[in-house]
Every structure is written in C-alpha cells, then in structure tokens.
C-alpha cells in the first residue's frame, strides 16, 4: 500500500510553468511505475505521462510532449512534473498514480491499471 500526495498546483497564466510534485508514503516507491494524469472539468481522465522505476524511460501524451517533463527521486520518494509553456487546455485536476509492475512495456496508459492514487492538485492556465 502506497499513499500519494500531489502539491504545487496553482493559476498562472498562459506560457508559465509550474512544477507539481508527488510524494509517496511508502517506504520506497522504487518498485512502482509512476505516473501523471489530468482530468478537466466534464472530461474524462486522461494520461499524461509515465516514468520507468530508475527513471531511465519516460513516457508522455502527444499533447504534452516537449513542453512536460517527468522525473523521479527514489530516495526522497518523489516524482515531479515540470510543466513548460502551458496553455489554457492544461488546466486540470492533476493527479499522481502508481502500480507495481514487472515491464516497462506497453506503457500503461489507462487508469484502471493503476492501484494508487492521489488526491489530486488543481491546475488553472489563465489566457
């Protein structure tokens, strides 16, 4: 069992950046995937990136990609997410997710295959 807590939301306005971060409970989240995903008002959950346990493979959505950044701290049970040049259609309910997993590949991209969860940290790109 792992608990999540997301922090460093906030409004900023459009071409800012934010760092969100996650930090785990667990005693080490070194055996976990960790993982981002959003979910604005009215819209489904959606993926937003994935990184590997060492953090040596990153995953994003099409939609972030180049202006998102993942990366993790095993030791200070941590995972960030750098968020560059944001936009208006980022604004989103930000949520930190994590499952035990053997393989990196497929990335796992949909919410159900993940166990733990966040309880999430508002996001707002103001025009």
């Known amino acids: 069992q792992v608990q999540l807590v997301e922090s460093g939301g906030g409004l900023v306005q459009a071409g800012d950046s934010l760092r969100l971060s996650c930090e785990a409970s667990?005693?080490?989240?070194?055996?976990?995937?960790m993982s981002w995903f959003r979910q604005a008002p009215g819209k489904e959950r959606e993926f937003v990136g994935a990184i590997s346990w060492t953090g040596a493979n990153t995953r994003y959505a099409e939609s972030v990609k180049g202006r998102f950044t993942i990366s993790r701290d095993n030791a200070e049970k941590k995972v960030h997410l750098q968020m560059n040049r944001l936009k208006p259609e980022d604004s989103a309910a930000y949520y930190c997710?994590?499952?035990?997993?053997?393989?990196?590949?497929?990335?796992?991209?949909?919410?159900?295959?993940?166990?733990?969860w966040g309880q999430g940290t508002q996001v707002t790109v103001s025009s």
């Open positions: 667990d005693r080490t989240i070194n055996d976990y995937i």
């Open positions: 997710a994590a499952k035990l997993g053997s393989t990196w590949l497929p990335v796992s991209q949909r919410q159900d295959e993940y166990a733990y």
